[in-house]
């Protein structure tokens, strides 16, 4: 029987939900990317070896499961070129099941430009890889997209006029270089070949698929409380990561997703500036970061570390309608003698901790509940009664194996 599987990330991203979505698709049909773009980074740790991938959907090394990436993605034709090389060197081949939609927006070169030099005046602590200004180009209808390579006269005149509008907005909003209409063109034109080999109808192969009785996945990127509607506004991406995404995306409607995963790491991380109420400054700030290897996949920055924020957690689950829990990280708590969580905020909005005892002892690499400590699966228990839905998968290291499935 068929079954169609949302992954998402409950947080503000990093959650882990390339590992998940990896060991998930042994059983799926096709991968799908929804929102976002090459600023998300997820990794993938199979027999040793890691992979960091920022636009292929995680189901990518799995030699027979079907990649799309629907036109709710904005798409560096550059950066989507390098990461298939990578792969490609890696044994890794696409032929006959990348699928990518004509209705996707295009980063270009100049979009970067302009998200970097905004961000120089005003910080948000993009990752700089132009999204936010290509989602704003989108909206107002003057994108170029992915189907428009296909017509080189169309494509002249969207790129003109798109990258003579930047150019003004570079020089008299930012005093930053103009980009060359040229060279853009011709960067544009070396990777045809991608449009020439993936270019579809995405939701025309769904459909089909659907029909056939396979199984999708659906693959967000970034994290709830990174949402452009929901999240810590103006503090976001500029995309809908939560689970309305997908309709629009991709082109389905909400009832077709039976089981939305919603990942939250066993504590928090955050990139970039915004609030981060349970965010620490201490010895176990460090302990975190260094335990949980806290730097952003996509630029490298060290991540902002605190404790788990329950009420955060449990809008998220709401704001997602999330069927299961997925936590991970499980066993970078391994050494806390306490471990809190937040379990309120009070008058002033500062957040009100429950102390739990920590269990000092190895989790990582336990994949069978019933081995975890007593004071683990106490820990794991409240979570659960407290934002009202189960874990079905603990993730307790990086491999596909260290992962413990409930459901
Ligand atoms: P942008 O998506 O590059 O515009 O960045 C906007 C905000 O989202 C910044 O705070 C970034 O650090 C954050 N962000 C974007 N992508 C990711 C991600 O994949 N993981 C974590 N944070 C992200």
Known sequence: MSLNTLVLGLQWGDEGKGKIVDALSEQIHAVCRFQGGHNAGHTIKVNGQQTVLH??????????????IGNGVVLSLEALAKELKGLEDLGVTFENRMHISNACSLILPSHIGIDKARDKKESIGTTGRGIG??????????????????????????????VNYHNKVLENLYNAEPFSIEKILLELDSFKYLYDNYSSDV?????????????????????SLLDIDHGTYPYVTSSNTTAGGVSTGIGVGPKFIDKIVGISKAYTTRVGEGPFLTELFDDNAEMLAKRGHEFGATTGRPRRCGWLDLVALKKAIFLNSVTDLCLTKLDVLDSFNSIDACIE??????????????????????????????????????????IGCSASIISTGPSREQTIYLD
């Not at 769904?206 to 970034?222: D, M, N, P, R, V």
Request: net charge neutral; proline share 6%; hydrophobic share 35%.
């Open 55 to 68: 636009l292929c959907p995680s189901g990518a090394l799995h030699p027979k499961v079907q990649c799309v």
């Open 203 to 223: 939701q025309d192969i769904i459909y089909k698929w659907s029909k056939e009785g396979h199984s999708i996945l659906f693959e967000g990127a970034q994290g």
């Open 133 to 162: 200004p290509a989602y704003e180009d989108k909206v107002a209808r003057r994108a170029v997209r992915f189907g428009d390579l296909g017509d080189s006269k169309v494509l002249k005149e969207k790129v003109t006029t798109l």
């Open 345 to 386: 905020y009070d008058n002033s909005g500062n957040p009100v901790y429950k102390t739990f005892p920590g269990w000092m002892s190895k989790t990582e690499g336990i994949n069978d509940f019933n081995n975890l400590p007593e004071n683990a699966k106490s820990y794991i228990s409240f979570i659960e009664d407290f």
